[in-house]
């Protein structure tokens, strides 16, 4: 038989970001195959048009990444609190990106933002149900 050790709760959320952290990057990636995106990146007529837009870009998908850490570094309280916050946050993006991505061309988008969203809702659920000790 093999053993199944018990998973410390910080550990289950840090490796939950970083499976949603590699997604973000993987459909961030992917798109560049899409029509026209490289040519858009290239005459800089996207969404990402500014200064500012890619800093706030930056700013919000820095909290998955940071998110990792922070998992296994704070105290619980915090952890908690910040885990639901963001959880729920990423998720309720995740679904209205996906929502709007419609495109045949963006199908992957689809599928990668409705699975981060579930990852995303699992980081919720694991803090919400965060082991009384």
């Known amino acids: 038989m ?4 018990k998973v410390n709760i910080k550990i289950k959320l840090a490796a939950l970001w970083t499976s949603v952290t590699l997604c973000y990057l993987y459909g961030d990636y992917f798109e560049l195959y899409t029509p026209d995106k490289v040519n858009s990146l290239i005459t800089g007529e996207n969404n990402l048009d500014s200064p500012t837009k890619l800093l706030i870009a930056s700013m919000i998908l820095a909290i998955s990444s940071v998110m990792v850490a922070a998992s296994i570094i704070l105290k619980p ?3 908690r609190i910040l885990n639901i916050i963001f959880g729920t946050l990423f998720t309720l993006m995740m679904i ?32 919400w149900k965060w082991p009384k000790g």
Do not use: M, P, Q
Not at 2 to 5: D, Y
Not at 99 to 124: D, G, K, M, P, R
């Open 96 to 127: 209205i990106i996906g929502v709007y991505s419609t495109n045949e061309w963006y199908l992957f988008y689809v599928f990668l933002a409705f699975l981060e969203s579930i990852i995303t809702a699992l980081i919720v659920w694991y803090a």
């Open 77 to 79: 309280k915090l952890n």
């Open 2 to 5: 093999l053993e199944n050790s």
